[in-house]
């Protein structure tokens, strides 16, 4: 699966953006979906899933700010970031997993000043 972010920039703490991973497969044919984050000098670490089933899961720093779904439209999976902190600027990655194989898109920076 090839996959391209997108949507990344920066913001004010508070601020909010969207970022969006668009797949070269159906974004509901793929088993997970997830973003990953890797802020400098830090382990990647995820911060959020979707599966096939539209069943969810958040990292628990970004649970009530962040949201992760799937667009039809633009067969996208989109993760809408409210309230950012400074704290979760980094390099974002989505990733996706099917039986057998998984890939990662490019990252796209979000800087988070205070």
């Known amino acids: 699966v090839q996959l391209q972010a997108s949507g990344g920039g920066s913001v004010q703490a508070g601020g909010s953006l969207t970022l969006s991973c668009a797949a070269s497969?159906?974004?509901?044919?793929?088993?997970?979906m997830e973003w990953h984050r890797q802020a400098p000098g830090k382990q990647r670490e995820l911060v959020a899933r979707?599966?096939?089933?539209?069943?969810?899961n958040y990292r628990e720093s970004v649970k009530g700010r962040f949201t992760i779904a799937r667009d039809a439209a633009k067969n996208t999976v989109d993760l809408q970031m409210n309230n950012l902190k400074p704290e979760d600027t980094g390099v974002y990655y989505c990733?996706?997993?099917?039986?057998?194989?998984?890939?990662w898109g490019q990252g796209t920076q979000v800087t988070v000043s205070s």
């Open positions: 990733h996706s997993i099917l039986t057998g194989r998984d890939d």
């Open positions: 497969r159906s974004v509901f044919n793929i088993n997970v």
């Open positions: 979707i599966g096939i089933g539209g069943d969810t």
